[in-house]
């Protein structure tokens, strides 16, 4: 279950007055270029490098945590830097570049927003590692339902197949929603219209200062991170030993329930990033369940399930953990399902009914 940290309306310009206006006072009409120079090669050589490094930190916390918060504003910011970077280099060696657009910066940030997308949803954390021989041979030949016959073993080239029939299903479905919803009715596209005032910033003189600033600042905490992981790995437990990855902080009894600190840098940049009401609802989730409910039920063992059965078993404690917590993840999403159709609906209604309206014209006055 992935969660993303989304923006709230933009109501503001994309641009203030002093953005968008010259020095002169005559306003700034930048044609865009055509979009066979929006894809550069450095364009894409980044966003590889960028994906790349996306897709780790999002396999790294599917496989973790679950929650993937919202990395647009970085892949716009990276993207930025290491551009600029390289039209500075370019420069001081005397070699001349094309101008870095802000068609470019976006089409990078795209690239770089679909890679860690695809990694998140296409099941490589989930799914796609369930079916192989490995995961039969967990689970149990003998167990209910785990059958030879199902067996998959994904190879490289089933695997883009996979994703790219995936990818191509999507796509089929944005074009004519975006027509319908965007181009014709017009609805505010909050994340969208956040992610271009903050490419059009970048591509101002204040805004490229600022874009530096974050760089550098990003630069710092990325070196603390490294420095404590690697100081980290020579003082951790092998396996669930104590260390600094199963630290009791809350004293043995809580640990026997896992409720202990892993000092973990990945961990505490995604609470960061994740709004407080994510944090909060996973922090109450852990407390009601690993701190209520499943020691309450696992007292019942022999009464409500079988008491030799192993830790991973659904005809035991694991299955009251997982449906538990899928019916309430169900609830809840098919809640907001029948809430985001009737918004969507009432938006599309109201805007049709605005373009149907015919003013009426008052001949002996002369008004509409």
């Known amino acids: 279950m992935g969660k993303e940290a989304t923006g709230s309306e933009v109501c503001m310009p994309l641009l203030d007055d002093a953005d968008k206006h010259g020095s002169g006072g005559e306003k700034d009409l930048e044609v865009p270029p055509p979009w066979k120079e929006q894809i550069t090669v450095r364009g894409i050589v980044v966003s590889v490098v960028l994906g790349g490094l996306f897709c780790i930190i999002t396999h790294k916390l599917n496989l973790t945590v679950g929650v993937i918060p919202s990395l647009n504003v970085a892949a716009g910011l990276l993207g930025f830097f290491l551009v600029k970077t390289w039209t500075g280099i370019m420069s001081k060696l005397g070699i001349w570049t094309t101008p870095f657009t802000r068609q470019e910066n976006t089409v990078i940030q795209t690239c770089v927003v679909a890679c860690y997308g695809i990694a998140f949803s296409g099941g490589f954390g989930t799914y796609m590692i369930a079916m192989d021989q490995t995961t039969y041979n967990l689970i149990g030949a003998d167990y209910p339902g785990n059958r030879v016959e199902d067996i998959k073993n994904p190879s490289l080239g089933w695997m883009i197949a996979y994703i790219f029939t995936v990818s191509f299903l999507g796509l089929f479905c944005l074009v004519p929603l975006r027509k319908v919803m965007v181009v014709d009715y017009k609805l505010t596209y909050p994340s969208g219209t956040a992610t271009a005032f903050l490419i059009n910033s970048f591509h101002t003189p204040k805004g490229a200062e600022t874009a530096r600033k974050q760089v550098r600042c990003l630069g710092k905490y990325l070196s603390i991170s490294f420095v404590w992981s690697f100081f980290k790995w020579f003082f951790s437990g092998i396996g669930d030993s104590c260390g600094f990855d199963n630290f009791p902080t809350l004293g043995l009894e809580a640990y026997k329930n896992t409720f202990y600190f892993d000092f973990s840098p990945t961990y505490i940049g995604c609470g960061l990033i994740c ?94």
């Open 275 to 368: 709004p407080h009401i994510v944090n909060c609802s996973v922090l109450l989730g852990a407390i009601i369940s690993w701190g209520c409910l499943w020691p309450l039920i696992s007292k019942r063992a022999g009464d409500w399930y079988p008491a030799d059965l192993g830790s991973n078993d659904f005809k035991g404690l694991y299955g009251y953990k997982v449906f538990v917590a899928i019916s309430l993840i169900l609830g809840d999403g098919l809640y907001n399902l029948v809430k985001i159709i009737s918004i969507t609906s009432k938006e599309v209604y109201s805007q049709y009914a605005k373009r149907n309206a015919i003013p009426l014209i008052n001949n002996s006055h002369g008004n509409i």
